[in-house]
């Protein structure tokens, strides 16, 4: 059976539901890089890169990254259409997935909440902070202006919508005021949060449904 190597609220809840949308079988592995203080080195024999998700095949072989993860996923179930129901929207597919995880994911809050990651000089911590959060923002007011509906490619589900919904719920971590700010994408994330595969996926992991609240969980630990 396929495995699953996830952290609750993360990156990796994009592919954990998908498999729900494909209603494929799979072990679930949680590990909580909040609870954790990252990703345990007792794994780095699985990812050497030391990040997750995780996704194992049957036959052993592991797959890293999100996107590629969500391809496998596709190419699982295509009558799914996960990536879009034709090559433009599929093409349109990774264009967003290119961008969500390397520009924004990466640069904003990998940034954010990594600053020791960019520079060795804790006193340049708090300027990297402020900068990748103006970046963020800038981010979440590019999707809003971008959004003309529920759907981010074409006129039907994706993948892509699944993305949009995780990195929405971590406007939260920043306090940010997502409703009120960004209305269309709202309309996004509250469409998708209404679908079984989420429903199921965010009760497995124990997190809230639109709000994530990592940051609080860490500050009681």
């Known amino acids: 059976m396929p495995q699953l190597w996830a952290s609750p609220g993360t990156c990796s809840l994009l592919p954990h539901i998908l498999l729900y949308e494909i209603q494929a079988d799979f072990e679930l592995v949680v590990i909580d890089i909040v609870k954790e203080g990252g990703f345990p080195e007792k794994y780095k024999k699985i990812n050497p890169k030391r990040r997750l998700p995780i996704f194992i095949l049957d036959d052993g072989t592991i797959i890293t990254e999100t996107v590629a993860i969500s391809t496998r996923l596709s190419q699982m179930a295509p009558d799914h259409r996960l990536l879009g129901a034709n090559d433009l929207e599929v093409v349109r597919s990774y264009e967003w997935f290119n961008w969500l995880s390397g520009t924004f994911h990466e640069r904003g809050f990998g940034s954010y909440f990594s600053p020791n990651h960019i520079a060795d000089d804790e006193s340049a911590f708090d300027s ?6 103006a970046w963020i923002e800038q981010c979440y007011s590019d999707i809003e202006e971008r959004l003309t509906g529920v759907h981010a490619v074409g006129n039907s589900f994706t993948a892509v919508d699944v993305f949009l919904y995780v990195i929405y719920r971590w406007g939260y971590l920043l306090k940010l005021d997502m409703k009120g700010t960004y209305p269309n994408y709202t309309n996004l994330a509250l469409e ?30």
């Open 128 to 133: 990297i902070r402020r900068k990748s959060r």
């Open 192 to 221: 998708v949060s209404k679908r079984a595969s989420v429903l199921k996926a965010v009760e497995k992991e124990g997190i809230p449904l639109i709000e994530d609240n990592r940051c609080d969980s860490a500050d009681n630990q």
